[in-house]
């Protein structure tokens, strides 16, 4: 079993009637997701050249939903040219049976079934000035579109980016709307994904986060990290931890790194925060990350932190000195 959510997280984050954020998320200071076109050195910073999100609706929810691309195109202002733009990237939204429980859906890598379910909607995008730096949407659909998950109280949809030609690289966001022409977010709603393939801030005073949710089950970690290129370091905060260092990689090059989890840090988020150098200035670094537990399964990366974001709290830390 390649998952880890189970239904008491999603009760907590629908119980605390939680709204979406863009994705990346507003918590997650992360400029754009990144993904490249299939000619693309991986020492660009793309692993597989794809990249999948998994977006969650309220059951209660009844009312037409819209899948919104910004800059969805490959080109123009945003994007990152590698000597001219020729870059095909294709979106596709999946709904339906195994759109989410196909285990090859919630992989790292895109391979096997890892476009299950039914294709609801699928476009593709070269250089086109009409999607520079604005939307493209999906929609209207009924939420019942997406495949019923009982445990997690709702209907879950997938859209998968994958670069089909070139070698630029394309960056953009999503957004969950009530709305095709405004960003209107829906109760309760939120997504997350299993790997996370992102831009890096260029202004070394910014820091990025991920939020991996860690229940009761988890005992140990594995982060693993590519093409990093040694641009500062990647630190873990917590309830219980002020800051636990993680292996980095450089150019093209998958690293990784463990450590155990506090009885205080389960069923709570974890902060990885990814901290830039301050010299020499390193500029368009993208960056790939997953996390796994003891049984080698991968821990959610939710756009909204679970709980909240984490804030070591000192009490624990005074208390555990006065046991020994």
Not at 39 to 63: V, Y
Not at 236 to 246: F, L, P, T
Not at 282 to 291: D, L, R, T
């Amino acid at each position: 079993m390649n998952r880890i959510i189970f239904t008491v997280v999603f009760l907590i984050v629908i119980s605390r009637h939680l709204f979406p954020q863009p994705v990346p998320g507003d918590d997650e200071n992360i400029p754009y997701l990144m993904t490249f076109g299939t000619k693309a050195q991986k020492s660009w910073g793309d692993d597989d050249f794809s990249q999948t999100f998994f977006f969650l609706i309220p059951e209660s929810f009844k009312n037409p939903v819209y899948f919104k691309i910004f800059d969805a195109d490959i080109g123009g202002t945003i994007d990152e040219m590698n000597g001219t733009f020729d870059t095909q990237m294709t979106y596709s939204l999946y709904g339906g049976k195994e759109a989410y429980s196909n285990i090859d859906a919630q992989g790292t890598d895109p391979v096997g079934k890892y476009k299950s379910g039914n294709l609801l909607a699928t476009k593709s995008f070269g250089v086109n000035p009409r999607y520079d730096n604005s939307w493209y949407v999906f929609g209207p659909f009924n939420p019942t579109e997406g495949e019923y998950v009982k445990r997690f109280g709702g209907y879950i949809f997938k859209i998968v980016c994958d670069g089909t030609s070139g070698d630029d690289g394309n960056m953009y966001r999503y957004f969950l709307s009530t709305s095709n022409t405004e960003n209107k977010a829906i109760e309760g709603a939120f997504a997350f994904a299993y790997e996370y393939s992102f831009r890096m801030h260029d202004n070394p005073k910014e820091v990025s986060h991920i939020y991996p949710y860690v229940d009761d089950r988890t005992i140990t970690v594995k982060q693993m990290n590519f093409d990093w290129d040694k641009d500062g370091f990647i630190r873990v905060v917590s309830v219980a931890r002020k800051g636990q260092m993680c292996a980095t990689s450089n150019e093209d090059e998958w690293v990784s790194s463990e450590f155990k989890i506090l009885d205080e840090e389960k069923n709570t988020s974890l902060d990885f925060q990814f901290i830039k150098r301050q010299s020499p200035a390193v500029k368009n670094n993208n960056v790939v990350i997953n996390v796994r537990n003891q049984y080698n399964e991968l821990l959610p990366f939710n756009t909204i932190p679970i709980g909240g974001v984490p804030k070591y709290k000192y009490g624990i830390e005074v208390k555990k000195v006065e046991k020994k």
